[in-house]
């Protein structure tokens, strides 16, 4: 196939986090990958969950606008056209309209799995700083290095993983959330040209250029509509990386994270267990994928090496990423799974 035309959203997690008497320490990266033919079609459907009224299939920003807005009423709208934040997703605090919404956006990533479709790619990537041993790694500028490091590299591998069916692959914007990094400084501008110099000819990056996003999209409300929209798409992955990882290292034992993180917990697990099953009916191969690194503790200068001595050290490098992980939080909800499969 020809070209390709493609937008790239993420997001990050940063522990250390204190849970259950054990202290995580990870730097946790998830890319969406959205193809620029398919961005209205997976917009349209995330934004189309938003209603809530049974009636309904189709949301509308204002109440003025919804078809049914004589049984419909203006609170609903108000409610529904709330931020979805993973972060917010807890018993004391979270609305009905984010619990309900969070719930129909997994299922719908689930679901459009199971019907085959490649609407949804994404890349999570875990580096357990532990095994990695950070500390050895010196100084601050040394810590941003590695995070900007690991960045490109969940980037290269997605594009090269899954759309490598084209001849060209054309990377139009990178956008990100702007919550942490942006005043972490991890992203100098040099960040995204250092990776379109690395990835050759068939890969081109139109805009080197980070742009970061507030991930609530009311902020845009009236003044950019483009960025009201692909708001939607940085909760669409901040709830997918957060559901993950609470299914991975369980970072909160609250009652209504646990249950939202069911919805996504059998597609998870099946890419750690068995990440090149081609043939399971959840249909993550070449399209969605989840690596740990390193599997074992590496120095400094294997890291580094990379530009001295590409391949022996590349080579190396890649048998370090792994998906050897039990996920962490307990499987005790299998009921909720059964009723979500049965409808
Ligand atoms: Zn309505």
């Known amino acids: 196939m020809e070209k390709i035309e493609i937008e790239i959203f993420a997001d990050e997690i940063i ?21 620029a033919n398919n961005k209205n079609v997976l917009l349209k459907k ?38 979805i934040h993973h972060e917010d997703i807890r018993k004391a605090r979270a609305s009905k309209s984010l619990i309900d919404i969070s719930k129909r956006w997994l299922k719908f990533l689930i679901s459009n799995n199971k019907d085959e479709l490649k609407l949804v790619n994404f ?18 500028k040394e810590h941003e290095n590695i995070y900007n490091k690991f960045f490109r590299t969940a980037i290269d591998y997605g594009i090269k993983t899954f759309f490598i069916d084209y001849n060209q692959v054309v990377v139009k914007k990178v956008f990100h959330d702007d919550g942490s990094m942006r005043h972490h400084s991890y992203f100098p501008y040099l960040n995204l040209h250092k990776l379109a110099d690395k990835m050759g000819e068939k890969i081109k990056i139109e805009d080197i250029n980070i742009k970061f996003l507030d991930s609530n999209h009311k902020t845009y409300l009236g003044t950019h509509e483009a960025f009201y929209n692909e708001s939607q798409l940085i909760q669409f992955i901040d709830l997918i990386l957060g559901t993950s990882t609470q299914n991975i290292l369980y970072l909160s034992n609250d009652k209504i994270k646990k249950e939202v993180a069911m919805i996504i917990r059998p597609l998870i697990s099946r890419m750690l267990k068995n990440p090149k099953n081609k043939n399971s009916s959840y249909h993550y191969y070449n399209k969605q994928k989840i690596s740990i690194f390193p599997k074992h503790p590496i120095k400094k200068t294997e890291i580094y090496n990379e530009t001295l001595n590409g391949d022996f050290s590349k080579e190396y490098l890649k048998d370090q990423y792994h998906t050897d992980k039990e996920l962490e939080m307990p499987d005790k909800n299998q009921e909720l799974l059964a009723t979500f499969f049965s409808s």
Request: glycine share 2%; aromatic share 14%.
């Open 15 to 35: 522990t250390p986090l204190d849970f259950n008497h054990k202290k995580r320490n990870y730097l946790i990266i998830g890319i969406l990958f959205v193809p």
């Open 46 to 83: 995330l934004i189309n969950q938003r209603c809530l009224f049974s009636k309904n299939k189709t949301w509308f920003w204002e109440h003025d606008d919804c078809p049914f807005k004589q049984e419909c009423k203006k609170e609903w709208h108000d409610l529904n056209n709330t931020e």
């Open 123 to 140: 890349n999570i990537l875990y580096i357990d700083l532990d095994v990695l041993s950070i500390e050895n790694f010196g100084t601050e």
